[in-house]
């Protein structure tokens, strides 16, 4: 009990400078409550909608599932309209319903904007039916009646600001279609932000499947006393148990849940990691500040000593300082962890993906989670000053309060770090000695822990003659406060090297993403230059396929020649006998021209010959397949063919990397018409000297299909950079966390300087040097502090960054690129965090009073 009122005293004493501590497990067990809120709470309303949308049994094609659509086809597989009676008639069975769902749609207004979503979620267009009825709710006007009208969902009429009466052009692969709003349709649970359209079933036969007589699924109802088991095997024994896909509501549920909880997942385990990060800069943000309170208590933990307190009592004095820390940061996480959470759900809100704050979910191990992270983080961070503050000779009493300057982090210290050192840049080295990503990506890993633990090890030793060069060029120009400011970064290297490496862990992870970022867009920009010889590239930025209409459309623009690339799903069974699943490129001849591939044997053009093929070099060497041989071409989706290697394509780069090529005319002649795949991107080349007039000619012909972008070589790189530039984004924006925890560190290392050096600082200014020169002092050292920790990080990171491009290049992404405005932008941006980190320690110690500063003990 002694002890725990020793330790309440001692938190409540020295409140203020453990605030930026507890401000640090705050906000780190924020990120983590906050990420578990925030993805439990998207479990929760996609299991309320998929709970709410399944009938109780669902009929589709056979390896289809529900309102799915073929991506090849770009239109959903069917099953025959009669398939309707047959269910109805089956005992147990109340009633059956055939519908119709597609999401190869895209739904325009009447100023030709695509209104689907841009969160990654689906546009669908389905049938109304009594199904509907149990997610959805008409909430104004009234449902479709005939081919001319249309229900639009209530999120997507809000944010389009469309109403009843307006126009909307629906875009399928059976044609265009034009129809008036005349209802609204409100879902009875949360809409994550899928665009939604209704028709009536007649008219959704007709401009989604082609035609009557067809549906993409039944919708199956059980009589009252019947099972959904009961019911699935009736209906598969009434229908054959291999002729359709089966599936119970709760089937249904579980396989949408795996879908969507597998990216949910990757979501999650993200968040936690870059969570994790930022727990780690906390801990030498909590380690210093608790390094710094024992050696400014050496007197009184001395005093304690001496009136009877043993070691076991002091070193639990000061846990239990860091249990109450931990606790109370902690518990305030928690609470800002659920702000954190419904923060996001707005954001996401503001990107089309709505969620409801009925559906925010608080389990009860998230709680639990939050505590124990944080409580046995800020534990494990006081356990070493706790160990140090055991360690206060009862004669510590006599002395002054504080110790001495550790100006030698000890040779132990300094071996240890140089063999992690050494051992990581081994690592490092047999990473990129790698031939294969796999075995290379384990000893990156190894490379990068090793190296990390090692610097932070060897910081202190660093800190000598790294801080004295920086002070040359920084603080020199200073004159005798800069002086000053160097030998009180020197005075003790130890913390020192601590503060600046709650800095370096999170620079050094944007240095490395840089560079790998970078890099991959200046190897994409490469090959682009070197292998790509279409002017003109069309494509959908949600992977949908070319419409007829599209492709018609910019075949008609007058360009020179135009290449429809598609992908043939077959078996391709070697002369060795062994056989693989493979997408084939089924594209024109002109595809050769369009990108020109490099080959070991053969003639990349002569693949489009008729009954010819080429294969990559890897599988050629793979299978010993060479010029001549005739492979066996079973196609997914029509018959078996026997086609001759008419070429053997090089795999060096990433562009078309291990593909296997047909002729379009060849794929049309073993694939049924209706099986065919659509083409996914469409090449164009503009007549000599006209690209520009092109480039504006085929824009206007694809003005009315919204879905599609129009690229030229520069759009296209540009597109790569936004691309790779928004995750990077995303990214540091998620480190941002760990760097503001580690700007803290740096607030509260000075703040408790300022404390420890009072007498100094007030001797100081009795023998002339003025407030500002002091203020001026601390900010100067807070600088070098910073500038230490920014070089230690960046040249880390570029050296893992430069690594893993080497693993990278085993890919295919060969070129090395240093985002050197990005370095030196965060190191000069480094200066100005350790400015703005000074300036309240150096406003306070600015304002002490000089006879009491003196005074103090």
Request: hydrophobic share 45%; with cysteine; glycine share 10%.
């Amino acid at each position: 009990m002694s002890v725990l009122k020793t330790s309440l005293r001692n938190v409540v004493a020295h409140k203020g400078r453990m605030a930026l501590s507890a401000i640090a497990v705050l906000l780190s067990v924020a990120f983590v409550c906050g990420t578990l809120v925030f993805t439990d709470t998207m479990n929760t309303t996609f299991d309320k909608l998929f709970a709410t949308t399944g009938a109780d049994v669902t009929v589709s094609a056979k390896a289809a599932e529900p309102g799915e659509d073929n991506p090849r086809r770009g239109r959903p597989e069917t099953v025959p309209a009669d398939t309707v009676d047959k269910v109805a008639e089956v005992q147990g069975v109340k009633s059956a319903q055939g519908s119709v769902v597609s999401t190869s749609v895209t739904v325009a207004d009447s100023r030709n904007n695509d209104i689907g979503p841009t969160s990654g979620a689906p546009t669908i267009a389905a049938s109304w039916n009594d199904q509907e009825l149990t997610s959805m709710e008409v909430s104004a006007g009234h449902p479709p009646r005939g081919p001319t009208e249309v229900m639009l969902d209530a999120d997507t009429a809000r944010k389009h600001k469309l109403k009843i009466g307006d126009e909307l052009r629906t875009i399928a692969l059976t044609g265009d279609f034009r129809a008036t709003i005349t209802g609204i349709a409100t879902f009875k649970v949360t809409n994550p932000g899928a665009t939604l359209i209704y028709l009536d079933t007649a008219t959704a036969q007709t401009q989604l499947l082609g035609g009557p007589g067809l549906f993409t699924h039944v919708n199956v109802t059980a009589q009252d006393g019947v099972s959904d088991e009961q019911l699935k095997t009736a209906v598969a024994a009434a229908l054959g148990a291999d002729a359709y896909t089966l599936q119970t509501a709760k089937e249904s549920a579980d396989a949408g849940r795996k879908d969507v909880g597998s990216f949910l997942d990757v979501m999650k385990y993200v968040m936690l990691g870059f969570a994790a990060v930022a727990f780690l800069v906390g801990i030498f943000l909590i380690f210093n500040t608790f390094s710094m309170l024992v050696a400014q208590r050496t007197r009184e933990i001395g005093l304690l000593r001496a009136i009877g307190s043993d070691r076991g009592q002091i070193n639990r004095s000061v846990l239990t300082e860091a249990l109450l820390l931990g606790v109370f940061g902690s518990l305030l996480g928690i609470g800002a962890g659920i702000g954190l959470a419904v923060g996001l759900m707005k954001l996401m809100g503001r990107m089309g993906m709505n969620l409801s704050l009925d559906d925010l979910t608080v389990l009860w191990t998230t709680p639990v989670v939050g505590l124990v992270l944080g409580v046995v983080v800020t534990v494990v961070a006081a356990y070493v000053p706790a160990r140090r503050a055991g360690k206060v000779s009862p004669m510590a009493a006599l002395r002054d309060a504080g110790t001495p300057g550790d100006r030698k982090a000890g040779a132990v210290r300094a071996v240890l770090g140089l063999l992690l050192t050494g051992a990581g840049g081994a690592a490092l080295f047999l990473t990129a000695q790698a031939e294969k990503a796999g075995p290379g990506s384990l000893w990156l890993g190894l490379g990068v822990v090793l190296t990390l633990i090692g610097f932070v090890v060897i910081g202190p030793v660093l800190a000598g003659g790294v801080v004295r060069i920086l002070s040359g060029v920084v603080l020199r120009p200073f004159g005798p406060v800069g002086r000053l400011a160097e030998r009180n970064a020197l005075r003790n290297p130890r913390r020192t090297g601590a503060t600046a490496a709650a800095l370096m862990i999170g620079l050094a992870l944007v240095a490395c993403l840089s560079v790998v970022g970078s890099s991959m867009v200046a190897s994409a920009t490469d090959e682009l230059d070197r292998s790509v010889g279409a002017d003109f590239m069309v494509q959908s930025q949600t992977g949908q396929p070319i419409v007829p209409q599209a492709e018609q459309a910019m075949r008609g623009a007058g360009l020179a020649h135009v290449t429809a690339y598609r992908q043939v799903e077959a078996k391709v069974t070697a002369p060795d006998g062994s056989t693989v699943e493979q997408g084939l490129s089924a594209t024109d001849p002109t595809y050769a021209e369009d990108v020109r591939r490099k080959t070991t044997a053969g003639q990349h053009a002569d693949a489009y010959a008729a009954g010819r093929m080429a294969v990559g070099s890897e599988y050629a060497t793979a299978h010993h397949v060479k010029v001549g041989d005739e492979l066996t071409v079973a196609f997914t989706e029509g018959r078996t063919a026997k086609l001759k290697v008419a070429a053997i394509t090089k795999d060096e780069g990433n562009l078309d990397k291990g593909v296997m090529y047909i002729s379009t005319k060849t794929a049309e002649e073993y694939v049924p018409a209706d099986r065919m795949p659509r083409p996914f991107m469409l090449l164009g080349k503009a007549q000599g000297g006209k690209g520009d007039a092109a480039y504006t000619a085929l824009k206007q012909a694809l003005a009315p299909y919204p879905q599609y972008k129009v690229l030229n070589q520069t759009d296209y790189k540009k597109l790569l950079q936004d691309q790779v530039g928004q995750l990077l984004n995303m990214v540091y924006g998620l480190l941002a966390l760990a760097i503001i925890v580690a700007v803290l560190g740096v607030v509260n290392t000075l703040a408790l300087s300022v404390v420890e050096r009072t007498r100094e600082i007030g001797l100081m200014r009795a023998i002339g040097l003025s407030r500002r020169q002091l203020r001026r002092m601390i900010r100067l050292e807070s600088v070098v502090i910073a500038l230490f920790g920014a070089l230690l990080g960046l040249g880390l990171g570029m050296g893992w960054g430069a690594t893993a491009q080497q693993l990278l290049a085993l890919e295919g992404m060969k070129v090395l690129e240093i985002p050197w405005p990005t370095i030196l932008g965060v190191f000069a941006g480094s200066a100005l965090v350790g400015l703005l980190a000074a300036l309240v320690p150096a406003f306070r110690a600015g304002r002490m009073n000089v006879l009491n500063a003196i005074a103090t003990e």
